[in-house]
């Protein structure tokens, strides 16, 4: 069980329906092991919920609504905490400040090299295949920046599905292929990132139209980053969210095993230095 602490209600809407679920549990007299049993949940979650660390989803909610006998108040106090959260905080307007703040990334690329995991070298490539940017090496250099928080005291976990055509593409490349692929065997044995290859093979997938990034901040909060061709943007809607979940669930079961994606990538290396 979740040890309990002190929810100032007013704080927010979330931390305004905790306190209320608490409240209603004891006047009751329940346990949150009782609760949970009523809701068809667990005690910990339950005390997830009461103690801010947790966002109940809309089921959940109305299971304990109707539990506790609320009359619905507990779902309109959700519901309008979705909406109020479902905006932006202002830390959270790009994509760099949010891959700072965040404590794990799940990402997939369906036409380049994450971000996170380019190497100069490719990273000045794709650049200067936009012919239209008179900045170049400080576009590389910021990119460069952001993965610091790879290798910094608390490192981001990172879980990134790469095409293989993308890699097909790299090893292509002459002057890229060989420190890309050196660069991503390095990052994949770090403990904190784990790589796997969607195969062409695999054919028509759940992300044919287009790639994201899943966020999930120290605090359990999560986001999605898309970025379409021109500006990308973050959304915090639940459902986007929860539909981007799916979405890379279905992929992974696609995918090579993070072993057998280093032996590929490898295999490219070494074709490529030849």
């Given at each position: 069980?979740?040890?309990?602490?002190?929810?100032?209600?007013?704080?927010?809407?979330?931390?305004?329906?905790?306190?209320?679920?608490?409240?209603?549990?004891?006047?009751?007299?329940?346990?949150?092991?009782?609760?949970?049993?009523?809701?068809?949940?667990?005690?910990?979650?339950?005390?997830?919920?009461?103690?801010?660390e947790?966002?109940?989803?809309?089921?959940?909610?109305?299971?304990?609504?109707?539990?506790?006998?609320?009359?619905?108040?507990?779902?309109?106090?959700?519901?309008?905490?979705?909406?109020?959260?479902?905006?932006?905080?202002?830390?959270?307007e790009?994509?760099?400040?949010?891959e700072?703040?965040?404590?794990?990334?799940?990402?997939?690329?369906?036409?380049?090299?994450?971000?996170?995991?380019?190497?100069?070298?490719?990273?000045?490539?794709?650049?200067?295949?936009?012919?239209?940017?008179?900045?170049?090496e400080?576009?590389?250099?910021?990119?460069?920046?952001?993965?610091?928080?790879?290798?910094?005291?608390?490192?981001?976990?990172?879980?990134?599905?790469?095409?293989?055509?993308?890699?097909?593409?790299?090893?292509?490349?002459?002057?890229?292929?060989?420190?890309?692929?050196?660069?991503?065997?390095?990052?994949?044995?770090?403990?904190?990132?784990?790589?796997?290859?969607?195969?062409?093979?695999?054919g028509?997938?759940?992300c044919?139209?287009?790639?994201?990034?899943?966020?999930?901040?120290?605090?359990?909060?999560?986001?999605?980053?898309?970025?379409?061709?021109g500006?990308?943007?973050?959304?915090?809607?639940?459902?986007?969210?929860?539909?981007?979940?799916?979405?890379?669930?279905?992929?992974?079961?696609?995918?090579?095993?993070?072993?057998?994606?280093?032996?590929?990538?490898?295999?490219?290396?070494?074709?490529?230095?030849?």
């Open positions: 069980m979740v040890a309990e602490k002190d929810v100032d209600p007013n704080e927010s809407l979330w931390a305004l329906l905790a306190f209320h679920v608490r409240r209603l549990r004891k006047e009751r007299g329940w346990t949150q092991e009782k609760l949970a049993e009523e809701a068809h949940s667990t005690s910990s979650t339950v005390g997830a919920i009461e103690t801010l947790r966002k109940p989803r809309p089921d959940l909610v109305a299971a304990i609504d109707r539990a506790l006998n609320a009359g619905g108040m507990l779902i309109d106090l959700a519901h309008h905490a979705r909406i109020a959260s479902a905006e932006i905080p202002s830390w959270f790009t994509l760099t400040k949010a700072r703040a965040a404590a794990r990334i799940r990402t997939f690329e369906p036409q380049s090299i994450p971000g996170l995991l380019q190497c100069e070298q490719y990273a000045r490539a794709q650049f200067a295949a936009l012919r239209d940017d008179d900045d170049l400080s576009r590389v250099a910021a990119r460069m920046a952001r993965q610091e928080v790879l290798t910094r005291d608390r490192p981001l976990k990172l879980w990134a599905i790469v095409d293989e055509a993308v890699l097909l593409r790299v090893a292509a490349t002459p002057g890229v292929a060989i420190p890309q692929l050196t660069h991503l065997l390095a990052m994949a044995e770090r403990p904190n990132i784990v790589i796997e290859i969607l195969p062409i093979d695999c028509v997938h759940p044919m139209d287009g790639g994201f990034v899943l966020l999930t901040m120290h605090n359990r909060s999560e986001a999605v980053y898309v970025e379409p061709m500006e990308g943007h973050l959304i915090a809607q639940d459902e986007a969210i929860d539909q981007c979940e799916r979405r890379y669930d279905l992929l992974r079961a696609e995918t090579w095993s993070p072993a057998r994606s280093i032996a590929y990538i490898r295999a490219l290396l070494e074709r490529s230095s030849t």
